[in-house]
């Protein structure tokens, strides 16, 4: 499907192509330390098919300890967002696009759940479908495992 989406200030934009069934979550401590959350949720996209389609995003290389691949993780100079990550080096195989990015994301669900190991106990146990239902718009402490904002929730 096609995929396009932007950062939280607008500066960055792109479009990309992929299968819905290569979105997964990770719940690795570098995901939960880059997104100040406790996982990340990403849909990878060949390669060829990923585009900017507005703005430069500022690129990070960490190599981690668990795998010793170095990866390239990318976000908006002006406002944070992450946007993907990648390998180094020019043409990679594919891309981990966030999906919190995407004007897509509600019509994508996760099929995999990596680095479960590290889970928290906030980042599992999610019960998302049945919150987007019948959440409240702000998450109580006893509710502590849903995490996501019912629709019609936002602004
Ligand atoms: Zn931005
Ligand atoms: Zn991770």
Request: charge should be positive; aromatic fraction near 8%.
């Amino acid at each position: 499907m096609r995929l396009d989406g932007r950062c939280h200030c607008g500066y960055l934009s792109f479009e990309a192509e992929s299968d819905p069934q290569n979105v997964s979550i990770c719940h690795c401590t570098d995901c939960q330390t880059g997104t100040g959350s406790v996982f990340r949720i990403s849909v990878r996209t060949p390669g060829k098919s990923f585009k900017m389609l507005s703005g430069e995003p500022t690129r990070y290389v960490k190599t981690t300890a668990e795998t010793g691949n170095p990866r390239v993780q990318t976000f908006c100079p002006k406002c944070g967002t992450p946007i993907y990550s990648t390998s180094p080096g020019d043409n990679p195989d594919s891309y981990m696009v966030r999906v919190g990015t995407l004007n897509q994301r509600d019509q994508l669900t996760a099929k995999q759940q990596n680095w479960f190991r590290s889970a928290r106990p906030l980042g599992y146990g999610t019960r998302l479908d049945s919150a987007r239902r019948e959440g409240p718009c702000m998450s109580p402490i006893e509710n502590m495992h849903w995490i996501g904002r019912r629709a019609g929730c936002d602004s």
